[in-house]
């Protein structure tokens, strides 16, 4: 079993910068890979960011390249997102996952087994 949460989402204004942090409890977290995932109001979720499990690979969705960055500290258990040069259009309510049936980290939403209950980001213009 493995708990998520999310923390440090908040209202923050367009070309503002946000840091969020997913932290871990539970399964050893230095043996699973993290992704970052994010639905907008109306609109499908998508995936963000990923890294695995010991920090040494990252992956990014095109739309967010340059402007967020994956990291973890596997000694605290958490993983964070730092976001840059926010847009109105990066809105939406952010969630981390964690994928323990199997190494991975990536895109494929089905891959990850536990989400945490997400933070929200409204980003004002």
């Known amino acids: 079993q493995v708990q998520l949460v999310e923390s440090g989402g908040g209202l923050v204004q367009a070309g503002g910068s946000l840091r969020l942090s997913c932290a871990a409890s539970g399964r050893t977290f230095s043996s699973y890979g993290i992704g970052w995932f994010r639905q907008a109001p109306g609109k499908e979720r998508e995936f963000v960011a990923a890294i695995s499990w010991n920090g040494g690979s990252t992956y990014y969705a095109n739309f967010v390249k340059g402007r967020f960055t994956i990291s973890r500290d596997n000694a605290k258990n958490t993983v964070d997102l730092q976001m840059n040069s926010l847009k109105p259009e990066d809105t939406a309510v952010y969630y981390c996952?964690?994928?323990?049936?199997?190494?991975?980290?990536?895109?494929?939403?089905?891959?990850?087994?536990?989400w945490g209950p997400g933070t929200q980001v409204p980003v004002s213009s």
């Open positions: 996952a964690a994928a323990t049936r199997r190494p991975y980290f990536g895109s494929d939403a089905e891959a990850y087994d536990y």
